[in-house]
């Protein structure tokens, strides 16, 4: 009986340990990020105070970003779906159009 108890345990610390590892969203987000796929550069940066940039074709951009929930973000007044894909960030606009970004 002890055993089985002790394999459960060590189950659940396995468990808990696999899925700290990713750290929060939130951690996941900060830092610098390079748009693929289309015909200009883009670099998006998530700052952990909450503030971020962006350049676009008329320069750099600021503001606040923050989490709506585990599956939104805000930056500044635009509220975008985000997931992760193959450590990827994916992030999808309010009219369904999506951009991919990679770790700088």
């Known amino acids: 009986m002890n055993r089985k108890i002790g394999v459960h345990i060590l ?3 396995f468990v808990l340990f696999l899925t700290s590892c990713g750290g929060s969203k939130r951690d996941q987000l900060v ?3 390079e748009l693929q796929g289309k ?3 883009e670099i998006l940066e998530l700052y952990e105070d909450g503030s ?3 350049n676009t074709s008329s320069g750099w951009n600021t503001g606040e970003w923050r989490l709506v929930d585990d ?3 805000a930056l500044g ?3 975008n779906d985000f997931s ?3 450590g990827d960030l994916i992030l ?3 009219k369904g159009v999506k951009y991919r970004y990679v770790r700088k």
């Open 77 to 79: 007044k635009h509220i």
């Open 52 to 54: 971020y940039r962006i």
């Open 39 to 41: 015909e200009w550069q």
């Open 71 to 73: 599956e939104h973000m």
């Open 11 to 13: 189950c659940l610390l």
């Open 92 to 94: 999808v606009d309010v």
């Open 31 to 33: 830092g610098k990020w």
């Open 84 to 86: 992760f894909d193959q």
